[in-house]
């Protein structure tokens, strides 16, 4: 078809690495980020990992914009600071930003996030869920924040799996956000998570109950506030006893059988194992059985989580569950309260999970 020679034909074109670079760096000045000056060439191109002919290209994006200007010293001084802007299209948008893929989630957690986009599409929301990565370092990481937020803006964004590293950047930056689970000490953020403290601190009421005074928390080095908070009740349920051992682990199966086998080999070793991960109850659970301890005669073991496929295992495990429904439930509402009311209408909320016995405690 000949298109209609009285309008101009318009093609879409490929955004180029210094349009990329001068978006970011727009909205970094938006977000209050910087005050007075930009940083210089080589730091701008170290943190946003890009040459200096392409750094110079996006400033002069922002020099034609009139929104900085070549100062003393080849400095660039900032002209104007204009407030955060979400484009219209963006504004019924919330995004979700986690470290992992969906796949790599939970079925508790897969189920609430499904949860939550079905209400919010019913009021004409849209739920974006962003695997951003977690690198080595907090400057790298850092920088994969900032290319998923600034280029990828919400009116909100729900925080999954974050590190007090990760909240602090957007506490820093004013970016309205939610946590889905705990905060930092000191970072007065609003957030929904299950009350792992009081969960963890109950669990050392149980194990002793059993005859179990030796007792482990087998976590992994995630540096989230989450299980943070998991360590802080256990220790404090059992400050008036002997002190838990805390198994810090990479998450992997190999590393997990590491810790716990050289545990059982101390000279008085746990006998009372709580669990964070229910996905890692499995490793522990069998690894035990293998070595024929008896449960729950010789060794105990809790988990923290619930999952739908532990209704399968044998002996069953005693754990402590929540309803995802109402978890879903409660961050949907404060959802709507902050993007209608403002950020300020979020508070921190604990649900107190159920304890379900089993047959391993």
């Known amino acids: 078809m000949t298109p209609d020679s009285t309008h101009e034909l318009v093609l879409p074109h490929r955004q180029t690495l210094a349009e990329s670079a001068a978006q970011v760096l727009l909205a970094q000045l938006d977000s209050g980020r910087w005050t007075e000056f930009l940083p210089g060439e080589r730091e701008l191109c170290e943190e946003f990992q890009i040459s200096r002919p392409t750094l110079r290209q996006a400033l002069k994006v922002l020099e034609r914009e009139r929104r900085v200007e070549v100062a003393q010293g080849r400095r660039r001084r900032i002209i104007a600071r204009r407030g955060r802007r979400i484009p219209a299209a963006r504004q019924k948008v919330i995004g979700l930003l986690s470290p992992v893929t969906l796949?790599?989630?939970?079925?508790?957690?897969?189920?609430?996030?499904?949860?939550?986009?079905?209400?919010?599409?019913?009021?004409?929301?849209?739920l974006e869920y962003h695997a951003s990565g977690r690198a080595g370092t907090a400057g790298h990481s850092h920088r994969s924040l900032e290319q998923v937020v600034y280029t990828a803006p919400a009116s909100l964004w729900i925080l999954l799996l974050s590190t007090p590293a990760s909240q602090q950047w957007f506490r820093e930056r004013n970016l309205p956000c939610l946590v889905a689970g705990s905060c930092a000490p000191g970072l007065p953020l609003p957030s929904v998570?299950?009350?792992?403290?009081?969960?963890?601190?109950?669990?050392?009421?149980?194990?002793?109950?059993?005859?179990?005074?030796?007792?482990a928390l087998v976590i992994p080095a995630s540096g989230t506030s989450g299980d943070a908070e998991s360590e802080a009740g256990l220790c404090g349920g059992a400050a008036d006893g002997p002190p838990p051992?805390?198994?810090?682990?990479?998450?992997?199966?190999?590393?997990?059988?590491?810790?716990?086998?050289?545990?059982?080999?101390?000279?008085?070793?746990?006998?009372?194992?709580?669990?964070?991960?229910?996905?890692?109850?499995?490793?522990?659970?069998?690894?035990?059985?293998?070595?024929?301890?008896?449960?729950?005669?010789?060794?105990?073991?809790?988990?923290?989580?619930?999952?739908?496929?532990?209704?399968?295992?044998?002996?069953?495990?005693?754990?402590?569950?929540?309803?995802?429904?109402?978890?879903?439930?409660q961050l949907f509402q404060m959802i709507l309260q902050m993007v209608r009311l403002g950020p300020t209408a979020g508070r921190p909320v604990r649900l107190i999970p159920n304890f379900s016995p089993g047959e391993t405690v």
């Open 103 to 126: 796949k790599a989630l939970p079925p508790f957690v897969l189920f609430w996030i499904d949860e939550v986009r079905s209400n919010l599409a019913k009021v004409g929301y849209r």
């Open 193 to 215: 998570d299950i009350d792992h403290r009081a969960a963890c601190h109950h669990a050392v009421g149980v194990f002793r109950r059993r005859g179990h005074e030796r007792l």
């Open 245 to 329: 051992v805390v198994l810090r682990h990479d998450g992997t199966r190999a590393g997990i059988i590491r810790l716990l086998e050289g545990a059982l080999r101390w000279a008085k070793p746990p006998t009372g194992f709580l669990v964070a991960r229910s996905a890692h109850v499995l490793t522990v659970l069998t690894l035990l059985l293998q070595q024929r301890r008896r449960l729950p005669g010789d060794v105990a073991v809790i988990s923290r989580d619930d999952d739908y496929f532990l209704d399968f295992v044998t002996p069953r495990v005693a754990r402590y569950s929540s309803d995802p429904a109402r978890f879903a439930r």
